[in-house]
């Protein structure tokens, strides 16, 4: 959170407050931070992974401790952000230790028109032997990849109506899109070492139950699962979709961006502090 005095003299009474949707992840280790490049290119550049989806992974990572009868410093916690745009978080004791977007929002999951991971060799492909500029491959990426890329379609919606009609290669798309998520779960699995909680949120993941009931299916050795009757549940509440006996807490849990940022504003205006700029971490 970054109080900003530029255009103070038009009001000058007015507080002016931004809250960086990269703040919440600045607590990540250097080991998840940086990329194994040179040292030197990537701190000429400022190369490194910022990671995006912060305000919404701190409330749900938050909301979802409140869910358990927890506080956020009591559990660790996989956030799941599925909308067009998706990300992974791992949450430590209300830490963000680790998130799958990078230095851009292109890193990580397979998204609505984004292909998430990809080897970096590919672009360089692009270039050599397809012959197509850094722009082209930029919107290929980041326009014409993920679910659009793979089946022409990037609501779930539509997807899951076109897989129940028998098409394959929705059907693909879907399991594409499942099987990079069950990585990420997994990985953050190992990076936590203890996890209390897994949350879904956003549009994908508050509202489509089979990508739910998929990405966790398989995970019982990680004392994951989902009930089939809970997760069929719609709520705009925050909710539980284990069944009693799992070690860990799957849970959908809505997030609010919009109440988390004016969260922060007013907890940073409240101080009273606000002649000088003030930099907090969020
Ligand atoms: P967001 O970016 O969080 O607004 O999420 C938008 C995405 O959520 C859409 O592109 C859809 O893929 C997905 N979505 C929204 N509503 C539903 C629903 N009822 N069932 C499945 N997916 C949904």
Redesign the pocket.
Known sequence: VERRVEHRHLRPDLPQVAVFDTAFHTTMPEAAARYAIDVETADAHRIRRYGFHGTSHAYVSRKTAELLGKTPEEVNVIVL?????ASASAVAGGRCVETSMGLTPLEGLVM?TRSGDIDPAVTFHLKRVAGMSADEIDVLLNKRSG?VGLCGD???????RRIDEGDERAALAFDIYIHRLKKYIGAYTAVLGRVDAVAF????????AP?REAAIAGLEELGMAVDASLNSVRSPQPRLISPEYARVAVAVVP?DEELEIAEQTFALVSRGDADSPVHSDN
């Open positions: 952000h599925l909308g067009n745009g609505g679910l990037n609501d779930m919606r539509v997807i899951r949120t956003a549009g994908v993941g508050e509202n489509a990508v997030t």
